[in-house]
């Protein structure tokens, strides 16, 4: 697990093609790597990766013809930037939202327009996953923990703070770029119990709507 709260941004070094799927090998920047050991776990630009090998101040990650064929992985060249972000321990503070490194699918940049110190930005994404995004909710993008700020169709924006913008790889994105998309964790469960108007323990939708889950 993550919390989506990026703590570098690191670059691809090298794509090694490996028996038919790809070897990534990525310079961590400032990420320390001093407690990470092989077998553990990284968030790739919201990707979960496992670091297979550590070399210097950078790991190298297997990336299977899946990953790269449904994330942006798949579209990395060398010296592109990435947010980094080491497994979540029991001990860490909690400040983004729980983040499993799953993505869910890829969504778009559509606008980018200053406001203040800040700049909003807008995203598109497939229908199917448009349900599970709320206004005031969260939304895991890149790797990066974010708060929507509004929600139109398949459209919603968010709010990049100054310091978001200085600390990501969002300073490379532009308008038309992909984007690697996680839905909030609690949005997919709600919509599990209430599958069918009825969940297997019993709660039945018209309980879930007074109580205010539904």
Known sequence: MFTGIVQAVGHVARLEPRGGDLRLHIE???LDLDDVRPGDSIAVSGVCLTAVAL???GFAADVSNETLALTTLGG?????PVNLEKALRLADRLGGHLVSGHVDGLGKVVAIAPDARSQRWTFELPA???RYVAA???VCIDGTSLTVNEVDGTRF???LIPHTLAHTAFQARRVGDAVNIEVDLIARYVERL???GQTEGGLDRAFLERHGFA
């Not at 990395?76 to 592109?80: A, F, I, S, T, V």
């Open 55 to 57: 070399a210097g101040r």
């Open 157 to 159: 924006g968010v709010n």
């Open 76 to 80: 990395l060249r060398p010296g592109d």
């Open 128 to 130: 199917a996953l448009a």
């Open 136 to 138: 005031k909710g969260s």
């Open 28 to 30: 961590a920047g400032g």
């Open 194 to 196: 209430l599958v069918g």
